[in-house]
């Protein structure tokens, strides 16, 4: 394959991964703005965001701020070691991570920007994340990581469909928008966690036993990942009804089935691994769950987003930018030991917030800060490798 861009290392320690800018962005961005809103949320502090109240505000910069940054740093590094894909790095770069940043002023300081403006700011992520990462995904063999554009554009909706809600003064219609933008978060997480948990899991168990093997089965895969679409389609389309909960009863049911199979309790003692098995018990709690909500049964709609917004993508995503800024950079991957300690905080984030859904103050605090220290942590102990050069290393391996 004959590569276009400029190899990383041409680029700035900054600049030449995707990994890097946008985990140093999202994990500052995340707590920061979670603090604000659990302190405005309280009456702790004055913050009257524009376009939005507080608890939208929240949804909207979690689901399109933070995790908009986080996920898409992921994909990008992975995908030149996934499909072949040229790297991302240098201008394109930094025109993503402006673009990003330009996207997050007008929800802090609102007042100067029109509702056209600060849509138009917000909105401008994912097609551009698209037309960065269209041409490589088109020039390579594998063609499967093309349903990255699907998604992308999913999410894009979503967001529209949030601008359009809050122009119109419709506080429902947004949150039914935030909503949908998780469940495109869903599928991608079911399709790439899904993948990434047991392939890690069997690398590390052949490390004490060559014979072991954890197959994917087409059928099984294709079965979950189809029951995820559903379940998602059906939580947009048709929410609260007995079509979207048996479809979210089926979803979680094939998930669970298709989790049998990972060798979860040989790997209880392996720090990132347990995080990465715990967050897909939590996805699948999550989508459970909505199944109940749908019924009219259980703790409700709202606990079950959190189950996975605050179990499952927190867990994943705080064991895979461990992951990422040790491998990527030429280090050992072998988390320190505060940061074993700040996984199991991140584990207690969402009991805790599911105990604060009804707004007390020591409980709101305390599920605040189990989400966000352990991203505060991680930037403490690996925010430098993230702004310095990469120690020497070999080709990486395919995943």
């Not at 056209?116 to 990462?133: K, S």
């Not at 047991?198 to 690398?203: A, G, K, L, N, V």
Request: charged fraction near 10%.
């Amino acid at each position: 394959m004959t590569r276009t861009d400029p190899p990383p290392a041409a680029a700035p320690p900054l600049w030449a991964a995707p990994f890097r800018p946008f985990f140093l962005l999202g994990g500052l961005y995340g707590p920061l703005a979670l603090i604000v809103f659990a302190l405005a949320y309280l009456g702790l502090m004055s913050f009257a965001p524009a376009g939005a109240d507080i608890i939208g505000w929240h949804g909207h910069e979690m689901t399109f701020g933070f995790a908009a940054a986080v996920v898409t740093g992921f994909v990008m590094t992975a995908l030149p070691t996934w499909a072949g894909a040229p790297e991302t790095a240098g201008w394109r770069l930094k025109l993503m991570a402006a673009i990003w940043l330009a996207g997050r002023i007008p929800f802090w300081f609102g007042d100067g920007f029109s509702e056209v403006a600060r849509a138009a700011l917000d909105l401008a992520f994912f097609p551009v994340a698209i037309a960065v990462l269209l041409p490589g995904l088109l020039r390579v063999e594998r063609r499967r990581f093309l349903f990255l554009v699907p998604i992308f554009l999913w999410l894009f909706a979503a967001n529209l469909g949030y601008h359009l809600a809050s122009a119109a003064g419709d506080p429902d219609a947004a949150k039914h928008a935030l909503f949908a933008g998780i469940y495109g978060y869903m599928i991608l997480f079911g399709l790439v966690g899904g993948f990434l948990t047991p392939i890690f899991t069997e690398s590390t168990l052949k490390l004490a036993d060559p014979g072991v093997r954890i197959t994917f089965v087409p059928a099984v895969e294709a079965i979950a990942i189809g029951a995820i679409i559903a379940y998602s389609l059906t939580g947009v389309l048709w929410p609260e009804t007995a079509l979207a909960g048996f479809a979210a009863l089926i979803a979680a049911a094939a998930n669970l089935f298709r989790m049998a199979r990972w060798r979860t309790f040989s790997v209880v003692t392996d720090p990132l691994l347990a995080t990465m098995h715990l967050a897909f018990l939590w996805y699948i709690a999550a989508i459970g769950f909505r199944g109940l909500a749908d019924f009219g049964q259980g703790p409700g709609l709202a606990a079950a987003i959190h189950m996975f917004t605050v179990g499952a993508l927190l867990l994943m995503k705080i064991s895979l930018m461990t992951r990422i800024a040790l491998r990527h950079t030429g280090r050992p991957v072998e988390p320190r030991p505060w940061m074993i300690v700040f996984f199991v905080v991140a584990a207690a984030a969402p009991v805790l917030r599911l105990f604060s859904l009804d707004g007390g103050v020591f409980e709101t605090a305390a599920a605040t800060a189990a989400w966000a220290t352990p991203f505060l942590v991680y930037l403490a102990l690996y925010g430098r490798y993230l702004i310095r050069p990469s120690l020497p290393r070999g080709p990486l391996p395919p995943f």
